[in-house]
């Protein structure tokens, strides 16, 4: 026989500023991956790729999302203590990240050289991996603690990275690289969250994630956030025009990148705040 | 620690008197005793659990601290650095029994008033840090020093034990197969909450 003893509740832990953490820290780390991807020759890009702007914009994105924590936390002004359990917590391990990742990538930029970029790339990395395992090792809320979640604060970080990297597409940019990673980013982050979404039958999994599978929360998350902007993009690489080696119209392609950055923005704003249910606690007699 | 579901009545003792001996601070919710009411065939049965932190064998708050404030002694217990945390909140999604909280305002339990203890729970260092049950360790810790025996001697006990007017709470050693606690295991059908989970957690109930 079960007894509930305390019903499933909302989380209130975590609030905007926890939000605005994975969002800006994810973004930040996987544009900064991405915008070297598409320097490779033949990526797309043009050495116009470089002013102060986006050299700056990955580790103010991270700095900004360290910064939004500290409205949240009860103790800010301990900070230096955030390092000491690296070995087992997450949360440490992103912090260490986030603090390598920003001034490796300022120093990258100030003096370009093969060592920083390495620091860099490492450290975003590592951000983007220890951001969806903090939500991941949660046990208390059923729909933060399912394995896929790691993978889809991945895949969420590079989609909405690709957005941003296609929001200068058409006045920095001479080929199809952006449009071609962001198709395939947002593809795949699709299908990750469309996985998430189904990911388990049990029954707090399920009603904690109804929110997210509301038609109003879908047409956000999958249709304005994925299907709108891979249908665009997939039109400008496929369709009519390509031949002559057209380009996304300037306008179109900041629509793009705004749907996108809304899609993924969404995506870790309804896991947060919308699906951030604790479980209920019950007593098997 | 275990409980004794068919002996608590609910009348909320242990929770006013951890409130009081350890200044819990207000809004907080080291122990709590859950009334529910269930069918069971032709009529209702009322039952109250205690609830409070669970001191599991593996506790999921204690990995996840970014500041190891979060630590378990020798002896099983799980307790808080007050200086070392940051108040990041990550140990209460964590914890699936709920027994962790965070105090962000200095307010008492009777609005603006305070009783007579609670200028004492008012303390700057228990704010925007993570609290929570710990088994009274500081007391069981003295009544060690002295040589005494928690569970059997009421200075080495936590007070929600030595304060139940039912006797519905037992405290001890689980590793010592001659405790009381040992022994009501074994001698009654108890569960854990949520040990699904795998936290193994130390707090059992004696059901039926």
Redesign the interface.
Known sequence: ?K????QPSK?K??GWPAVANFILGGAGAGFYLLSFVTRIPGGGMTAMFDPVLFGLLAPVLVGLGFLC?TI?????S??R??F??VR?????RE?LAGAIFVPAAVLHWLFPNTVLWLLGTASAVGLMISQGY?VY?????PT?NVPIIPLLFVSSGFATGAGLLLAPMGWLTTGRGPAVIAMICVVVNLIVWLLYLHWSHDASFREGTKALRRPIALILTVGIGHLLPALVLLRALVGPGVETGAELPHIVAALVAVTIITGGASQKAGIILAA?H??G????? | MVIDLRKCIGCGTCQSVCWQINNAPPGSLWRRV?D?E?REYSWFLR?F?P?NCMHCSRP?C????????TYQRVDGIVGIKDE???????C???????ART?T?QDKMRFESKRDLQEPAASKSDR????TKCNFCSPRVEAGLAKGLIPGSDPEATPVCVNFCIANALSFGDLDDPESEVSRLIRKNKT?R??EE?G?EPSVY?I??
């Open positions: 026989m007894i509930e003893l305390i989380q832990v975590w924590l949240e936390a009860g103790r800010p301990r900070g203590h955030l000491r359990h087992h917590s997450w949360m440490s912090t903090i090792r949660a046990r208390a809320v933060w951030g604790y479980r606690i019950v007593l098997r007699r | 859950v529910r269930i039952v659990v609830i999921p204690l990995k996840v601290c970014p500041t190891a404030a070392l945390c940051v108040g990041c909140g990550y209460v999604v964590a914890c699936p029994y709920l965070i962000f704010i925007g840090v993570c569960v909450l949520q989970l936290t109930y059901v039926d």
